[in-house]
Structures are given as structure tokens and as C-alpha cells.
T-cell receptor
């Protein structure tokens, strides 16, 4: 059974703070990992992907991957109200994509 | 403009009445896939296609059919819809590298089966 576990939240942080989103997965054959952002009523859009252990930074976003612990996280620095959305963790194993249920983030002005 | 187009966006139908949700992409992507999104269950893959005439089941294929006769189109067919197929459906495509692939999603199709 391939599973992706995320804390559904809701997670609330004040504007300017760091938001930390976490995800664990069950399939050790996972190749690549993704964070998607989904605004209410909209389709998901890719924020970050990572496939090597360690950190990957892109602007205010940092993805961290630890394959031994089967753990991937997303840090959002200097959180803005526009970051309020649901964040979906996903991974690719074989030819299939597997998604978590998402973490709802609210950034309070 | 690069996009994935789904139709219809909203549909209310009755049990047993066959319907097709169309999906078309203009990015020349090989890989296309369908997902359903339900509260508490997240996005689940229904079917995917690696290329023309190549389709495979995802995690929840029961009650659905797909075809890939052209690279740009990947319709989802519900031969005999049932109320448990009421959901939000997304089509997505990606340029496939084998290890990574950004999924480009359509705007979604909200289906209600009465």
C-alpha cells in the first residue's frame, strides 16, 4: 500500500513567520517528491520538486528530503497572506503519482 | 498559452447515464492522467497514459474507462455512473523524464451523480 501522510491542519501562522509543512511516505521505491499548492476552488500548481536527499531552496520555499526516514518537508519563510492555501505532498513511484490529503495553511495578517 | 482543457466544468447527471469528460493539452506531453479529489481522501489517480495507445490503471480505476487515440486528448468515460463517483475530477499532463515531471492540471470538472 502506497501512502502519503500529511497533517491536515489547519495550520495558522502570523504574517512574516516560517510555516513548516511535513509529509511522510511509505514507499521506499519513491523517486521524486513534489509540493503542490492548491487555492480554494482551483487546481493544484507545482511549487517545488526534490529527488536528492538534503535541502532545495527556491525563493522563500525550501524543500527538505530524508529518504532514510521517508520524510519530506516544506518550509515557507516570510509567510504572506497569499500563501494561504492547501499544500499537497506527492511522490512519483514507477509511473504513478501519489498524493497526500493536504495541509491547510492560513497566514494571518 | 500552454494549457490543459477539461469539459464540462460542471455536470449533474443521473445514475446509469453514460458520460464523457474530455481533456486536451497543447504542450505535446507524452504523459497524461486523471485524478479524483474527495474530502479527506486527497487526490487519487484513476488512470494514466504514457503515450498514444498506452494506458494503465491507477489506484481507483473501477467504474472508469479511458482512451488515448491522439497525443493531445485523454477522455475519461463513465459508462454507468453511480453516486459514489460524485467528485471533483482533474486531468493533468506532464513532459515525462522518467524521474521527474511537473503535472499541469486542468481546471477541474465537478461531477454530481444523482
Amino acid at each position: 500500500q502506497k501512502e502519503v501522510e500529511q497533517n491536515s491542519g489547519p495550520l495558522s501562522v502570523p504574517e512574516g513567520a516560517i510555516a513548516s509543512l511535513n509529509c511522510t511516505y511509505s514507499d521506499r521505491g519513491s523517486q521524486s517528491f513534489f509540493w503542490y499548492r492548491q487555492y480554494s476552488g482551483k487546481s493544484p500548481e507545482l511549487i517545488m520538486f526534490i529527488y536528492s536527499n538534503g535541502d532545495k531552496e527556491d525563493g522563500r520555499f525550501t524543500a527538505q528530503l530524508n529518504k532514510a526516514s521517508q520524510y519530506v518537508s516544506l518550509l515557507i519563510r516570510d509567510s504572506q497572506p497569499s500563501d494561504s492555501a492547501t499544500y499537497l505532498c506527492a511522490y512519483l513511484a514507477g509511473n504513478q503519482f501519489y498524493f497526500g490529503t493536504g495541509t491547510s495553511l492560513t497566514v494571518i495578517p | 498559452e500552454a494549457q490543459v482543457t477539461q469539459n464540462p466544468r460542471y455536470l449533474i447527471t443521473v445514475t446509469g447515464k453514460k458520460l464523457t469528460v474530455t481533456c486536451s493539452q497543447n504542450m505535446n506531453h507524452e504523459y497524461m492522467s486523471w485524478y479524483r479529489q474527495d474530502p479527506g481522501l486527497g487526490l487519487r489517480q484513476i488512470y494514466y497514459s504514457m503515450n498514444v495507445e498506452v494506458t494503465d490503471k491507477g489506484d481507483v480505476p473501477e467504474g472508469y474507462k479511458v482512451s488515448r487515440k491522439e497525443k493531445r486528448n485523454f477522455p475519461l468515460i463513465l459508462e454507468s455512473p453511480s453516486p459514489n463517483q460524485t467528485s471533483l475530477y482533474f486531468c493533468a499532463s506532464t513532459y515525462w523524464t522518467g524521474t521527474t515531471g511537473e503535472l499541469f492540471f486542468g481546471e477541474g470538472s465537478r461531477l454530481t451523480v444523482l
